[in-house]
């Protein structure tokens, strides 16, 4: 696609609930990241993947986040048991690979908002 | 990724330049310095990057120190479309260099 493409814009869930947030990354992008903005906060790293392998998980806060990518493609991070402090925009970058001199492509992002 | 450190906001007036600075005194040799910029409600866009020589692209120019120990992000008439957070951000060439780290940035606003 021409850019990156998140799902769903907007999700409001309860607390205690599972939650899935897309992403589609520009075609041909093999490297893939998830960060996430709390209000008014700087943007943290979550997870890096190259292809369909997650070589650097360091970011995931705990063991109730996880994510997957599929043919080198769609990835979906998945968040367990969700927590009032897991309110937050998630946002998601694509880029050519994971070398130097690339630049990221970042999604619009999924406003998750846990009530 | 070696610090960076920029002024937390900015003013600027409608069709000025506008002379972003970033200080980043222990770069290495083989960082980049990018830069990206995030639009309210947005997420960050790519706005330029460069190594050693100054940079310049439909959206703005960087400008590099000698001893590239700082840069500059100009725009050369600033909008009001320009209101975001600039981030400044070193990306190593090397190993882990995959992860951009950012920090607060400017908060630039832009005056009618």
């Known amino acids: 696609g021409a850019g990156v493409s998140q799902s769903p814009s907007n999700k409001v869930t309860e607390k205690g609930k599972d939650v899935e947030l897309r992403c589609d990354p520009i075609s041909g992008h093999t490297a893939l990241y998830w960060y996430r903005q709390s209000l008014g906060q700087g943007l943290e790293f979550l997870i890096y993947?190259?292809?369909?392998?997650?070589?650097?998980k360091s970011g995931l806060p705990s063991d109730r986040f996880s994510a997957e990518r599929t043919g080198g493609s769609v990835s979906t991070l998945t968040i367990q048991r969700t927590q009032q402090e897991d309110s937050a925009v998630y946002l998601c970058?694509?880029?050519?690979?994971?070398?130097?001199?690339?630049?990221?492509?970042f999604g619009s992002g999924t406003r998750l908002t846990v009530v | 990724d070696a610090k960076t450190t920029q002024p937390n906001s900015m003013e600027s007036n409608e069709e000025e330049p506008v002379h972003l600075p970033c200080n980043h005194s222990t770069i290495s040799g083989t960082d980049y310095i990018h830069w990206y910029r995030q639009l309210p409600s947005q997420g960050p866009e790519y706005v330029i990057h460069g190594l050693t020589s100054n940079v310049n692209n439909r959206m703005a120019s960087l400008a590099i120190a000698e001893d590239r120990k700082s840069s500059t992000l100009i725009l050369h008439r600033a909008t009001l479309r320009d209101a975001a957070v600039y981030y400044c951000i070193l990306r190593n060439s090397g190993g882990s260099n995959y992860k951009l780290t950012f920090g607060k940035g400017t908060l630039l606003t832009v005056n009618p």
């Open positions: 970058a694509s880029s050519r690979r994971g070398g130097e001199g690339q630049g990221y492509t």
């Open positions: 993947f190259q292809g369909n392998s997650a070589p650097d």
